[in-house]
């Protein structure tokens, strides 16, 4: 691996929704303590969060926030299946992705930037659009060697999920704050030990 990650700027902004739709709608584990994602009248507002921010975008509708955290839990399964080094599976997860969002390529025009390649879906609303994009940039991913960049944290009672962006492909955590649980933890054991 060379000393820099390969995503391009586009990419990586989709793989960072990615991550943000996981952690922020998905059940399981945050820091240590067991996280129930936001459901009925809170879900839009929580996808809306996860999203970038974008001024001309109105509230996000109950049906796109289903939408969107029914494919947040098919993207959880897809950063699980790479960690647990079933890149197999990870890749019939992210097919099943792409066809189901019908993403397809297309070069836009920002103004004053040159033609770039963007992901849309089958139709361009919210939820198809991001689910259609985030399936791309996680296709690009593990039908690359930049799969083992996806992972989940290694944290004690944690499951958040990550794209590891160092250098050295060293990243083991979803945040500083569980890398400093650990470090703490090793610590106090390391302490206990030698006391």
Known sequence: MTSQVMFDGHVATLLDVAVSLVNGLTDGDRRGRPFTAPRGDLLPGAVHDALPP???RAAVAPRHALHLADTARRMRAVFDAVDG????RAAELVNG????????PQLDRVDGEPWQVHFHGADDSLSVGWSAGCATALALAVGSDLAGRLGVCAAPRCDRVYVDNSRNAARHFCSDACRGRVKAAAFRSRR???G
Do not use: I, Y
Request: glycine share 6%; charged share 40%.
């Open 54 to 56: 974008a001024a001309d």
């Open 85 to 88: 080094d079933r890149t197999d």
């Open 97 to 104: 992705l792409l066809r189901d969002s019908g993403a397809r």
């Open 192 to 194: 206990s030990v030698q």
